[in-house]
């Protein structure tokens, strides 16, 4: 595996259970909130969203991302 491959895989298992553990939240909070980049966020978010595991809807101005049940 790669290493941004791989990095990006940690990056979003760091986002499942930030949603896991607090529920849908904006988009924009994710980076800060799990402590990573706003680039690798957005790729991890692809990569959890082409697995089938996120919701995404739009809320107000905001994109809300939580996690499937």
Same mark, same amino acid.
């Given at each position: 595996? $790669? @290493?941004?491959?791989?990095?990006? &895989?940690?990056? *979003? &298992?760091?986002?499942?259970?930030?949603?896991?553990?607090? &529920? %849908?939240? %904006?988009?924009?909070?994710? !980076?800060?909130?799990? $402590?990573?980049? !706003?680039?690798?966020?957005?790729? *991890?978010?692809?990569? @959890?969203?082409?697995? &089938?595991?996120?919701?995404?809807?739009? $809320?107000?101005?905001?994109? @809300?991302?939580?996690?499937?049940?």
């Amino acid at each position: 595996m $790669e @290493l941004l491959e791989k990095e990006i &895989g940690e990056a *979003a &298992g760091s986002i499942w259970k930030l949603l896991k553990a607090n &529920g %849908p939240m %904006p988009k924009s909070r994710i !980076p800060k909130s799990a $402590e990573i980049s !706003p680039q690798l966020a957005n790729m *991890a978010i692809g990569w @959890l969203a082409r697995e &089938g595991k996120l919701t995404l809807r739009k $809320e107000k101005a905001s994109d @809300l991302i939580g996690l499937k049940e």
